[in-house]
């Protein structure tokens, strides 16, 4: 984990979103009291040292216990408390997923739970600390709403949001120092894409660290004469689906790009949505299969996760 | 019949409120047989064995207003062992949580009485429970919360016996202990059989009570079908630590053909049974 900077943003100054959301609890924390933090021996790898210290009764670690977890939580929110569940993202969604259906998304509480140290972030570790099942895990549970925010001001935003949305949530907190992305005067909306560039010949559906290597992607087809429409797909559930259909509609063709495994993510939510209304062509790009130990930016080269990879899906669409 | 519900500053004897509670078990009992009678579906044997603990909590020890069954300040129940949905629901009809005419939708299409209880459609249900091993870790949050909250409602959650072969509930033991949740009770319906067969044949429980105070908890050990000592228990004073009961009971308590046979776990009786079961129960 000594990488932790997208290779595509060298030169670029990059952010910390585990900053900004442990920031914006704690802002949150002071005006809300029914803010708590749930975790599990993971205060210092959440970034929440801060919070326990200035909060020590409303963080509550359960120790190394997930199923445990996230029963507390719901019992929480029962109790009228809005818990944020940090955790690794991978024995959050995984090892209490049973947890998460029954206890959060079926009983409809209150949670949010935020999967820290999405995708390949613990890349060294190797695949059984890969979160890449999370938006396929969440995404079979209707009820919980999904969230990928792509830099800090999203992170931030979606935090807030989450704070008072009254239903189950799930949101990725990235540890990949990413680029701002969003401009500081947009509105937070979730479930709506945020085009961050129009274009007529091909669209770009990306979410989360991926969304910085569209925007570069589309600078290179730019340059081949090809107008790339790029959109940031914060939310991966319930889904644009009027954005999607748009894309379908107005630009030949859609290439998906997510640090998550192809079966299930984004971009089978598009793919699904496509083909029930407006079939296109399209390239779904993602994690194909487990995954070989090495460092988060070695892994989303290794498949073809960055400009690179999505300036030669949109090409081929083109073709 | 939500004149049913005890009264505060009820000062009945305990025998008294015992023989009160006797009553409403029996009709509670009835109440079950013709709710699982008309699908043929449900788990009377556990409905039984964990009839006389709900009927105590609900009817006598627990704060609570089924016209507002969200009051912020009401104690918390949590059916762990949500297949004996048939025995929770005709106890909360009974409190009038809701009408009693709904229990016979129990588990017809589109009922909002589906075979577990459901939070999400029915008053009085706190938490969707069914997988195993789920209820323990939300009461846990839920005593916390009274915690943090500086509010002083009491949470109580049933286990059932070969529920805690589920380690989830370990990981709960072990965290209420070390929080000292005085305000959490978990009693456990122990009629010693699980689905296929008993207990201690298929992944053995004893020593129980050791195993809880080993946790940190607190353990009384009562007969499960005597009021008066349920009672007793729920109420004994209060110390620094989590209240474990074992309350020993027999499943498909109260019908001779049904009690302490393994088979009737999920087996739903015949017309025959039906009339025999609910003339057994009449003539208690």
């Keep these: ?319 | 019949m939500s004149t049913a519900l005890a009264q505060p500053g009820d000062t009945s004897s305990l025998e008294a409120r015992a023989a009160r509670l006797k009553e409403i078990a029996a009709d509670i009992r009835v109440s079950i047989v013709n709710t699982i009678a008309g699908p043929r579906m449900g788990h009377i044997g556990g409905d039984f064995s964990v009839t006389d603990i709900l009927v105590t909590l609900f009817f006598d020890i627990m704060r609570t207003r089924p016209a507002d069954p969200e009051w912020a300040e009401r104690d918390r129940f949590i059916l762990s062992k949500g297949h004996c949905s048939a025995a929770l629901y005709s106890v909360l009809a009974t409190a009038g949580y809701f009408s009693p005419d709904l229990l016979s939708t129990f588990m017809a299409p589109l009922s909002v009485l589906n075979g577990h209880p459901n939070r999400r459609k029915v008053k009085g249900v706190e938490a969707n429970t069914g997988p195993l091993g789920h209820g323990l870790p939300i009461g846990v949050g839920a005593a916390i919360a009274a915690t943090i909250s500086k509010s002083d409602y009491r949470t109580f959650v049933v286990l059932g016996d070969g529920e805690l072969q589920e380690g989830s509930n370990w990981e709960a033991a072990m965290f209420a202990g070390h929080r000292k949740l005085s305000n959490l009770t978990a009693i456990v319906d122990r009629n010693r059989l699980q689905q296929g067969a008993r207990t201690e044949d298929t992944n053995s429980l004893e020593p129980l009570g050791d195993k809880w105070r080993a946790f940190g908890w607190e353990v009384h050990e009562v007969d499960g079908h005597d009021h008066a000592a349920l009672l007793a228990a729920f109420e004994a004073p209060r110390i620094d630590k989590p209240r474990f009961l074992i309350a020993n009971t027999r499943k498909g308590k109260g019908v001779s053909f049904i009690e302490d046979r393994v088979e009737w776990h999920h087996k739903v009786p015949s017309p025959e049974q039906v009339l025999q079961a609910i003339e057994e129960l009449r003539a208690q």
Excluded at chain 1, 59 to 84: C, D, K
Excluded at chain 1, 193 to 221: K, M, P, Q, W, Y
Excluded at chain 1, 238 to 254: F, H, K, M, N
Aim: aromatic share 6%; hydrophobic share 45%; net charge negative.
């Design chain 1, 1 to 319: 984990m000594n990488d932790m900077s997208a290779p595509v943003t060298s030169g670029i100054e990059t952010f910390d979103c585990r900053v900004a959301f442990a920031e914006t609890l704690a802002e949150l924390a002071r005006v809300d009291p029914r803010i708590v933090v749930v975790c599990n021996d993971s205060v210092g790898s959440s970034n929440m040292n801060a919070f326990q210290k200035e909060f020590p009764e409303r963080l509550i670690n359960v120790g190394i216990a997930e199923q445990n977890m996230v029963g507390v939580s719901a019992g929480l929110a029962n109790g009228g408390f809005v818990p944020f569940v940090c955790c690794a993202g991978p024995f959050l969604t995984g090892r209490a997923l049973e947890q998460i259906k029954a206890d959060i998304a079926y009983n409809h509480y209150h949670v949010v739970l935020c999967g820290q140290s999405p995708g390949m972030s613990y890349g060294e570790l190797g695949p059984t600390h890969h979160s890449i099942e999370d938006f396929a895990w969440m995404r079979a549970l209707t009820d919980i709403t999904i969230l990928n925010p792509a830099d800090p001001k999203q992170t931030r935003d979606a935090a807030r949001w989450a704070a008072q949305a009254n239903r189950p949530i799930y949101m990725r907190v990235g540890r990949f120092k990413v680029p701002a992305v969003t401009p500081e005067d947009t509105v937070f909306e979730p479930g709506r894409a945020l085009t961050l560039r129009e274009g007529n010949d091909v669209t770009v559906i990306a979410t989360g660290v991926l969304v910085s290597c569209a925007l570069e992607a589309a600078d290179i087809l730019a340059s081949r004469g090809i107008s790339a429409r790029v959109l940031n797909m914060m939310t991966i559930a319930p889904l644009d689906e009027a954005a999607v259909l748009a894309a379908a509609r107005e630009t030949r063709g859609i290439v998906t790009a997510e640090e998550a495994i192809i079966t299930g993510g984004l971009g089978s939510a598009v793919a699904e949505t496509v083909v029930r209304h407006h079939p296109v062509r399209m390239r779904i790009l993602g994690v194909p299969h487990f995954a070989p130990t090495g460092s988060a930016s070695f892994l989303l080269d290794h498949f073809g996760l960055n400009a690179d990879g999505i300036v030669t899906a949109a090409t081929e669409l083109m073709a």
